[in-house]
C-alpha cells in the first residue's frame, strides 16, 4: 500500500471500530483488499439487464465464455483473470470451492441454470489465457440492475464497493434512465475510474449516433455533476472498431499502470467511506451539542414510530410465518404425488424376490421388516436429492422477502435522519449468509406391527405363506404414505429452520444499525469533543488523499 493511502485508512478503521460504525465495515474490508500488495483491480461491467454486459466482455476475452440470453443472464457475480488454460472455479456461500467444465458455466451463474441461486454461489472464477495482456486486471460482469429478480439486483449492490473500475453500459435502444443516472452516481462514489459504454448503436444510423453521444455527454454533466467518457460499442457492426477503440482507450492504459489505477481507485474509496463515517459522526456530534431536552426531540424524530425495532421486527417475522405456511405444501405438491410410483415398484420388487425367501414364518416376518426398510430407503432417496433444488429456491424466495421489508426500513430511516438533522446518511446493504440444507437423509421407523414371531408356531407357512405375502403387499401404500409424509415434514422443518435463521440475521442488521443511531444521539455534550476531534482526524485524512 503506498503510503499516502496508508494513514488514512488506518486512521479510518480507528474511527469506525472506536464508534462501533458496523455498518461500515463492508466498506472499509473492501479498502482493505485493494489496498493488498498484490491486489487484484477489478473492472466491473454494470447496466441494467439486456444491456449486452455479458456480450461486451465476452468480445473483450475473444470467446463465449459469459452466457448470454434474451432474458436476464448473469445472476451471480462472475469475475476473470488470467490463466494458463480456460478453467472455472465456483465459490459457494459455505465456503467450498468446486472446479467446474467451462461448458457448464450457465448451469451456476445464469438464472435459467441457477433461478434464484438455488446453488448457492457466492462468486464464479473464470481463468483464461486471453486476460494474460492485462495482468493484475480482474474483468466481473454482473448481475442486471432493474430486472424481475430482485436478487440479482441485490446481489451487484451488495458487491458494489469492491468495484475499482466501473464500466456502465447504456443501450442505445432506452438510453440513460434514472437507474441509470443513479447507478453512474453510485459508481463515481466508490471507483477509481467511470467510463459508460452506449451498447447496441447498430440500432442507430451515423446521425443519430452522433445526436446520441452529444446527449448522453450533455445529460451526464447534467444529471451527474461532471463529464464521463461515453464508448460506443456493437457486437452486429463494425465489432473490431469499437473494441479496438474501447481497448485503447480503456483496457490499455489500465493495463500498463496497474498500480496506479489501482491507488486512484483506493483513493475514491477512502474519500467515499470518510464522508460517510463523517456523515454518522456529524448525527453524532448534532446530538451531543445539544442540551438534553432537544437531544431527546432529535432521538425521537430519528428513531420515530416506522423504525422502531419492534416494528420491524413484526414485519420480518410475518415475511418468516408467511414462508413457514407455504413450505410443507410446496413438499407435499412434490413428493405425495410420487406415492404410486414408489409403491408400484416395491410391490413388482416384492413380487421378484418373495419366491427367495425361505424359512419359518417368524423369519421371513424378520426379512420381511428389514427389506421392506431399506428397500424405502433406496426407493425414497432420490426423492430426498430433488427436493433439494425446492428446498434452495424456497429459501431464496425467503430472502427476497426479507430483503424487501429491510430494504423499506433503510429508507425510511435514511429519510428520517435527513428530515430530522438535514444530514444525508445512507444505511448499508444488509449483507446475507445464506443458509444452506443439506438433503433430508429417509429415515424409515419400524414397517410391521403386528407381531408374527408370537403366531409363527401355530401358522405353517405351507399354507399361510400366500397370506403372509398379501399382507405385506397390502400394507406397502400405507408404509409408502406414511414415510412420505415423514420426509415431507422433515424436509418443510429443514427449510423453515433456514428461513428463521434469514429473519434472525436481518432482526440482528436492524439491530445494529438502530443501537448505532441510538448510541450516536444519546451522547453526552462532554463527548461532543470525541466527535469534534474524529471529524478532524477524517478531514485532515482526506485533505492528505
Known sequence: MSEPAAQPLKSLGSVIRQFKLDSLLPALRACEILSGKDAFLDVAVLGQFKSGKSSLLNALLGDNIFPVSVLPATAVITRTVAGASLAVRVHHLDGTT?????????????????????????????????????????????????SAFKHNTEATRIWMPNVAVALVTISADRPLSDEDCRLIAEARKIAGRVVVVL??????????????????????????????PVLPYSIRTEPDRWLRQFQEVVLLPIARN???????????????????????????????????????????????????????????????????????????????????????????????EYPTWHGNLAKQAERSEGWMKERLKVELTPLSQEASPLA???????????QRVVEAFRNRLSRSIQEATGLTVSPATWTVERPTVAAVPVAVGRTFMMSWEMLSWLLPMWMFGGMFRRHVIGRVPWEVEKNLTRLVGDWAESVNAAVTDLRRQAEVWVDTELSTLERLLTQHPLEASAFQAAIRLLEDSIQSL
Open 98 to 146: 468446486i472446479d467446474i467444465p467451462p461448458e457448464q458455466i450457465g448451469e451456476f451463474v445464469t438464472e435459467a441454470g441457477n433461478p434464484r441461486n438455488r446453488r448457492n454461489v457466492a462468486v464464479v472464477d473464470v481463468f483464461t489465457p486471453a486476460m494474460q495482456a492485462w495482468p493484475g486486471v480482474r474483468l466481473v460482469d454482473t448481475p442486471g440492475l432493474g
Open 199 to 228: 451498447t447496441k448503436v447498430d440500432l442507430l444510423s451515423h446521425a443519430e449516433l452522433t445526436q446520441m453521444t452529444t446527449f448522453l455527454d450533455t445529460a451526464i454533466r447534467e444529471n451527474v455533476g461532471v463529464a464521463l
Open 258 to 352: 496497474v498500480e496506479g489505477e489501482r491507488q486512484v481507485a483506493l483513493k475514491a474509496k477512502l474519500l467515499a467511506l470518510s464522508h460517510s463515517c463523517r456523515d454518522y459522526l456529524s448525527v453524532g456530534l448534532q446530538a451531543a451539542e445539544r442540551a438534553d431536552a432537544d437531544r431527546e426531540s432529535l432521538r425521537k424524530a430519528v428513531l420515530n414510530e416506522s423504525v422502531r425495532a419492534t416494528v420491524i421486527h413484526d414485519e420480518l417475522r410475518m415475511a418468516e410465518r408467511r414462508m413457514h405456511e407455504g413450505t410443507r405444501s410446496a413438499f407435499e405438491g412434490l413428493l405425495l404425488p410420487r406415492q404410486a410410483m414408489v409403491t408400484k415398484q416395491i410391490v413388482e420388487a416384492i413380487n421378484e
Open 392 to 402: 434452495t429456491d424456497l429459501i431464496a424466495r425467503a430472502e427476497d422477502r426479507l
